[in-house]
């Protein structure tokens, strides 16, 4: 899980460096025009982190105290983060347990008259049912804001995640599929969110002459031309770098299922209507039994992987399960069976555009030599 670095890179940072402005500038406009060309949107603001920016998406859609927000039940803890930031409820709801995303019949089941907003999440690089969130945001007057911090190159029926909300929300951390070290964009179409979103990341200031006011309270949410100009490098290798994930991953998929593993995990689904990107390869374990033993032996497999320089994880989270959400909110460990699969047998496995066919073959080997040794099940 390694970021694509060569010497553009650094040729990038070098000019910058020389040129004695490092702090947001020209190269930080630059990288955002890029950005909002490459996925179909009018106007990009980058910021320091997707968390950033889906904080501040949540703000300026004016969801607040009293307001409810449905997202699913695994996911990063920023995207609960966000809504919870800004004094609104997070409403769980359950995933499909095949995509990891969100299930829109049972969101259905949660709207209450609170319901403002509805937040899909295109995990591990694969589009949510955008059709099926956009019909119930439409029929029930919600506001889309799509977390596509894993979905920079993904597709949903021809057009590019991040097309269909109000605004959307990708991530440059060192493990997506273009980093800048950290940080993280907002896409919008619309002039005033824009400057919403200009206005708020830079402390609130109104941008005006040598002596600006600060109208607004805000935030030091900047990313620097340091990051941007890496960005603007690693952009220019992002449909090669798409391309090597995507071989990776049909290799995977290959070579699991002429192992004994096939009969044991579920590989990463995608369908005709969705082009993934896979940021991560996370495969689910499928064996009966009970979701916390099993995942005692997932965790413990993912030590025995490390201690031979194998990097391996859970997919992600379960955030209701999470010591803060869990005490604010009280939510039982089963109350989305799906998401409780997921969150305890999920790996993700290794994969990045330098990963050769070799190492793949040693991490399906080793996970199906871990799986056969009854002393580690």
Same mark, same amino acid.
């Given at each position: 899980m390694r970021p694509w670095f060569d010497d553009s890179e650094e040729k990038a940072v070098i000019a910058?460096?020389?040129?004695?402005?490092?702090?947001?500038?020209?190269?930080?406009?630059?990288?955002?025009?890029?950005?909002?060309?490459?996925?179909?949107?009018?106007?990009?603001?980058?910021?320091?982190?997707?968390?950033?920016?889906?904080?501040?998406?949540?703000?300026?859609?004016?969801?607040g105290p009293g307001d409810e927000v449905l997202v699913p039940a695994f996911t990063w803890i920023s995207t609960i983060n966000a809504i919870e930031f800004?004094?609104?409820?997070?409403?769980?709801?359950? &995933?499909?347990?095949?995509?990891?995303?969100? @299930?829109?019949?049972?969101? =259905?089941?949660?709207?209450? +008259? /609170?319901?403002?907003?509805?937040i899909p999440v295109h995990l591990f690089g694969l589009s949510a049912d955008l059709s099926a969130v956009v019909d119930l945001s439409r029929e029930k007057n919600l506001i889309v804001i799509e977390d596509a911090a894993c979905a920079l190159g993904?597709?949903?029926?021809?057009?590019?995640?991040?097309?269909?909300?109000?605004t959307a929300c990708f991530s440059f951390h060192p493990r997506k599929s273009i980093t800048t070290g950290e940080g993280?964009?907002?896409?919008?179409?619309?002039?005033?969110?824009?400057?919403?979103?200009?206005?708020?990341?830079?402390?609130?200031?109104?941008?005006?002459?040598i002596n600006p006011d600060f109208p607004v309270l805000g935030f030091n949410y900047r990313?620097?031309?340091?990051?941007?100009?890496?960005? &603007?490098?690693?952009?220019?290798?992002?449909? @090669?770098?798409?391309?090597? =994930?995507?071989?990776?991953? +049909? /290799?995977?998929?290959?070579m699991i299922g002429n192992?004994?593993?096939?009969?044991?995990?579920?590989?990463?689904?995608?369908?005709?209507?969705?082009?993934?990107?896979?940021?991560?390869?996370?495969?689910?374990i499928t064996v009966k039994g009970d979701p916390q033993a099993l995942s005692a032996r997932r965790?413990?497999?993912?030590k025995l992987l490390a201690d031979e320089g194998i990097e391996t994880r859970p997919g992600t989270h379960a955030p209701h399960l999470l010591s803060y959400y869990r005490k604010k909110y009280g939510y039982a460990a089963d109350a989305y069976p799906n998401a409780l699969q997921a969150d305890r047998l999920s790996i993700a496995l290794p994969i990045f555009p330098g990963l050769t066919e070799e190492e793949q073959q040693t991490v399906v080997s080793k996970l199906a030599e871990l799986w056969g040794d009854t002393s580690k099940r």
């Open positions: 910058v460096l020389r040129s004695g402005r490092v702090n947001q500038g020209s190269k930080t406009e630059e990288f955002e025009k890029q950005i909002a060309e490459f996925v179909g949107r009018k106007y990009a603001v980058a910021v320091s982190s997707c968390t950033a920016a889906l904080h501040l998406a949540v703000l300026c859609a004016g969801i800004n004094g609104a409820k997070p409403i769980f709801c359950d &995933i499909d347990l095949h995509s990891y995303n969100l @299930d829109v019949r049972d969101a =259905r089941k949660r709207l209450s +008259a /609170r319901t403002k907003a509805i993904s597709y949903f029926q021809n057009r590019h995640v991040g097309l269909f909300g109000r993280g964009i907002i896409l919008t179409d619309d002039p005033e969110d824009h400057e919403k979103f200009l206005q708020l990341r830079n402390i609130g200031s109104d941008r005006t002459g990313m620097t031309d340091l990051q941007a100009a890496i960005g &603007i490098a690693q952009l220019k290798k992002l449909p @090669d770098a798409l391309e090597k =994930r995507r071989q990776c991953a +049909a /290799r995977y998929d290959v192992s004994p593993l096939r009969n044991f995990v579920e590989t990463p689904f995608t369908s005709e209507n969705c082009v993934h990107s896979y940021q991560s390869y996370v495969c689910r965790n413990q497999w993912i």
